[in-house]
């Protein structure tokens, strides 16, 4: 066997290792590479930036714990700008599991770094109810219809951001984070274009390429895994500088993501150069 | 730390480790932490959708008094039940619709009585092909023509963009030429088959570029799981 | 009848919908809102019928004495026990009041501790998988091969930092080259191209769909006349 058919065959447990070191090696040293906005990040960042103080903003967490490194800087990003903008943040989630994620942003950012933001005043926590794309059916035309109380159980009525809020063009952006179906594709279906309201949110990097048909027309902005979440910290840092130390969270893994990268490129340069001087060997052995 | 952070970071590191074992190959830990999975996820969302939904949105509709069982505070729970009784009484009655649907769909679970499904089944696919008519064709359908139909030769404030009209020309053509391969009553010949041909060049771009974002999606999820490991490494050293 | 009804009830439902997105007053507004309102409890439904699935599945391969019957034990305990917690909220505030899921309430604990890092670490597997898959299946065989994996490059280096360093030094008229951009191009225009064209012929094919299971001719969701 020569060297070429050995790699060719050689144990998937060592490219698993190899992947597994090309992801903890960059995590130990802690290796932080730069990231530049794109103009479809930029864009939600432009459209939070330029929508006037106290606007509603409704936050919808449409993600699970699987993709948390992907989907949780990106909702955290969004809150805190709209928290430093002034906006009314409204939380809810169309998964079930939204609703734990949507707690543990107003955990770590809104409580943390907004100590003033007033709960039912500045923002709320709506929280999940099931039934899909049903439910952003069911809340555009009546939000207390479905929502009668707050994720507390307390009277949706008793909280002064509610007032004004009773149906979902009653909007002026609506956000969601999703990794999936329903997601950010069925709040464009559902209540984007039926509503004429922004829509705009991050996706996980699997989903975002199927969601480029409807920038920018449909969806003002999109975020794409972990490096569209950098790149939202990224703008954000640009403009508010002090918060460049707490908006670093997707920052941070891009330098394992980066290594990582690497790695896969060379397996597939490696697994081609293999290929083709296998295929030329047997084309060669064929024609003797 | 309490008792109950030590918990969840021992418990959440020894099951990624279990899951982690597959990569070796199959073995009873795995099998362990898989199986846990599926029930503990199956239970989790019968719990949120019975108290997020079942409760608030049909027993407290139907039986307003109900609210008043499952909140602390008593002032709250009479509000509460002030404005669901505010809801006109037939559509809140109504709600004994879904509830008497809701119990028909659980007879799948006994093979003699699961025709019965079949009425909450047709009001599930009655209700999704009615929102999924409506809303793909706008969205999805119209609103991608309207889309696609862009200036082939672009003019912009400095004046005549070739990156603009080399994009838009990709972008009509690019639809075109892949709708064309999609389009399967006509043999794939002629100038048909060379549209179709560029078509699928089309779609290979879209999906090599699927592919890319799949790939950083994976790695992205990895990097968190190593990241909760590390967390957890470093609080026992 | 076993067969007319659910066509009935499928017809009218669907129906009245259609028409509310084109007369979006009462008394289709509320009928819109009311059927949404019922399909979403139905779905708590659903969520009942998996897990009660669930369970039938595994008391089965219990009974039946199937190898992996231990692991559907593990099933059944996780099941049960996830299940206690959260419908008797322990550890929450006194009696069933307060939030199910919040801080302090074992089911809270249960969420964190099983939940998420096995939701977590099982999709994070296919990274490795991923990465297999390239060293051994990601091969230029064919022209369309190669377009696939070119495209796949240039996304992969250009949405990393790596790219912007590679080529950042290319000069202004020749900037379209320079990675990200080239990368950020793929995205927005062929990228675009081909996903609209597939998202024109799927949505096609749920509108025919749709218009099928409204009129009745598609019945198969309906299973066989017994």
Redesign the interface.
């Known amino acids: 066997m020569t060297f070429i058919e050995k790699m060719q065959a050689i144990d998937r447990r060592i490219i698993f290792l190899l992947i597994a070191l090309a992801v903890i090696i960059p995590m130990v040293f802690k290796l932080v590479i730069p990231v530049r906005p794109s103009p479809i990040v930029q864009a939600i960042f432009d459209k939070i930036e330029e929508l006037p103080s106290g606007s509603k903003v409704l936050l919808s967490f449409d993600y699970g714990p699987a993709t948390v490194p992907e989907n949780q800087p990106m909702a955290d990003g969004l809150a805190r700008h709209c928290m430093i903008r002034g906006h009314k943040l409204y939380l809810m989630a169309v998964w079930a599991t939204g609703e734990a994620q949507g707690n543990i942003t107003i955990e770590n950012v809104i409580a943390k770094e907004f100590p003033d933001a007033v709960y039912g005043e500045d923002y709320i926590q709506l929280g999940y109810k099931a039934g899909n794309q049903g439910l952003i059916n069911a809340i555009f035309t009546d939000l207390k219809g479905m929502y009668t109380t707050d994720a507390g159980g307390v009277d949706i009525n008793s909280f002064p951001m509610m007032k004004e809020v009773n149906t979902l063009p009653d909007f002026d952006l609506i956000l969601c984070i999703g990794s999936g179906k329903p997601g950010l594709k069925e709040w464009v279906q559902f209540a984007g274009d039926r509503g004429d309201i922004p829509v705009s949110g991050g996706v996980t990097a699997v989903e975002a390429p199927l969601l480029y048909p409807y920038y920018p027309k449909q969806l003002l902005g999109l975020m794409g895994g972990l490096q569209g979440a950098a790149q939202f910290e990224a703008a954000l840092v640009k403009k508010y500088p002090q918060y460049k130390d707490v908006s670093s969270g997707a920052v941070i893994l891009m330098g394992p993501q980066t290594v990582a990268h690497l790695v896969i490129i060379a397996f597939v340069i490696i697994g081609n150069i293999g290929f083709f001087v296998l295929r030329r060997r047997e084309k060669r052995a064929r024609t003797e | 730390m309490n008792f109950s952070d030590y918990f969840v970071l021992w418990v959440g590191g020894l099951l990624t480790l279990m899951i982690f074992s597959f990569l070796y190959r199959d073995n009873p830990f795995y099998k362990f932490a898989e199986h846990l999975f599926v029930g503990v996820s199956a239970a989790y969302w019968m719990v949120v959708g019975f108290w997020t939904t079942f409760i608030p949105n049909l027993i407290g509709s139907i039986y307003p008094p109900s609210v008043s069982w499952f909140t602390a505070n008593p002032e709250e729970a009479r509000t509460v039940i002030a404005s669901l009784y505010d809801q006109m009484w037939y559509w809140r009655y109504g709600r004994i619709v879904p509830l008497i649907l809701g119990c028909m769909l659980l007879t799948r679970l006994a093979p003699k009585a699961s025709w019965m499904s079949r009425w909450p089944m047709a009001f599930i696919i009655g209700y999704a092909a009615g929102t999924n008519l409506t809303r793909y064709l706008q969205s999805d359908f119209v609103a991608q023509i309207k889309a696609t139909l862009v200036p082939l030769i672009v003019f912009n404030e400095a004046g005549f963009s070739l990156g603009e009209t080399i994009s838009n020309i990709v972008i009509v053509f690019g639809v075109l030429s892949a709708l064309v391969y999609f389009f399967f009553s006509k043999e794939h010949k002629g100038w048909f088959g060379g549209t179709a041909r560029v078509g699928i060049w089309v779609l290979m771009v879209a999906f090599g570029a699927a592919f890319g974002y799949t790939v950083m999606a994976r790695i992205s999820l990895l990097i968190g799981r190593m990241n909760f490991l590390g967390s957890w490494l470093g609080s026992v050293f | 009848m076993?067969?007319e009804?659910?066509?009935f009830?499928?017809?009218?439902?669907?129906?009245?919908?259609?028409v509310a997105?084109f007369i979006p007053h009462e008394p289709f507004?509320?009928l819109?809102?009311?059927?949404?309102?019922?399909?979403?409890?139905?779905?708590?439904?659903?969520?009942?019928?998996?897990?009660?699935?669930?369970l039938?599945v595994h008391v089965d391969r219990i009974t039946r004495k199937h190898p992996?019957r231990i692991?559907?034990m593990?099933?059944?305990?996780?099941?049960?026990?996830?299940?206690l917690i959260?419908?008797f909220k322990f550890g929450g505030?006194?009696?069933?009041?307060?939030?199910?899921?919040?801080q302090g309430t074992w089911?809270?604990?249960?969420?964190?501790?099983?939940?998420?890092?096995?939701?977590?670490?099982?999709?994070?597997?296919?990274?490795?998988f991923?990465?297999?898959a390239?060293?051994?299946a990601?091969?230029?065989?064919t022209r369309?091969?190669t377009?696939?994996?070119?495209?796949?490059?240039?996304?992969?280096?250009g949405?990393?930092?790596?790219g912007?360093y590679l080529t950042f030094w290319l000069p202004e008229p020749l900037q379209?080259l320079h990675i990200?951009n080239l990368s950020?191009?793929?995205?927005?225009?062929?990228?675009?191209?081909?996903?609209?064209?597939?998202?024109?012929?799927?949505?096609?094919g749920?509108?025919a769909?749709?218009?099928k299971?409204?009129l009745g001719i598609e019945r198969s969701?309906?299973?066989q006349e017994?």
């Open positions: 076993r067969r009804i659910p066509l009830i499928t017809f009218i439902i669907g129906t009245a919908l259609v997105l507004r509320e819109d809102h009311q059927f949404s309102v019922w399909f979403d409890i139905i779905a708590v439904f659903a969520f009942i019928l998996g897990g009660g699935n669930l039938r992996d692991y559907s593990v099933t059944i305990v996780g099941f049960l026990g996830t299940l959260g419908l505030d006194p009696g069933l009041t307060g939030n199910y899921i919040a089911f809270k604990v249960v969420y964190d501790a099983f939940f998420v890092p096995l939701g977590a670490t099982m999709f994070s597997l296919l990274a490795f991923v990465a297999s390239s060293y051994r990601f091969r230029a065989k369309e091969a377009i696939l994996l070119i495209a796949a490059f240039i996304i992969l280096v949405r990393t930092p790596l912007y379209f990200p950020s191009w793929i995205m927005s225009v062929p990228n675009l191209a081909g996903q609209r064209a597939i998202m024109i012929g799927i949505a096609l749920i509108i769909t749709s218009l299971l409204i969701y309906l299973g017994k």
